[in-house]
């Protein structure tokens, strides 16, 4: 699935594969990040993205490795979205129609689904649960 408007929200789980971590879906995470840096695609990220990744990399290596690593995410550009009303009332409602999820994982697809972009992530888990609202696709299948 392809983002009618070359358009994608990327969650933490995803960008933390562009620095080869995972070796799981390396090969889809480059052709996104490659496809980004030539500008082919657009990504934007709720703001919390960022908190996620310093969490992921603060768990994983020193201070000093992760801060540089948390530098190179931050030099991607990647657009920032801030909380709204709207959004959060979306992130609610998918958490009501969804039990189990949180307010997290539902912020990277409402933002996906307020902006006309597909949501790309590695959370088969949260995916199964969601897939049929659409606008939602596993990094797997990043063509």
């Known amino acids: 699935m392809a ?3 070359g358009s994608y929200v990327v969650d933490a789980s995803c960008l933390i594969k562009w620095i080869g971590l995972e070796m799981e879906e390396k090969e889809q995470a480059e052709k996104l990040r490659a496809a980004y840096s030539k500008k082919e695609v657009a ?3 709720p703001a919390l993205t960022f908190w996620e990744v310093g969490n992921m990399l603060g768990r994983k290596f020193d201070p000093k ?3 540089g690593i948390f530098n190179h995410f931050q030099n991607y550009g990647f ?3 801030l909380l709204t009303l709207e959004m959060a009332s979306l992130c609610h409602w998918i958490m009501k129609k969804y039990p189990g999820t949180s307010f997290y994982d539902a912020s990277y697809h409402a933002l996906a689904i307020q902006h006309e ?3 790309i992530t590695s959370d088969k888990k949260y995916y199964e649960k969601t897939k049929g609202l659409g606008s939602i696709l596993l990094l797997k299948d990043y063509k």
């Open 43 to 45: 990504i934007t990220v």
């Open 117 to 119: 972009s597909i949501f």
């Open 65 to 67: 490795t992760a801060s």
């Open 79 to 81: 657009r920032q979205a």
């Open 3 to 5: 983002a009618k408007n």
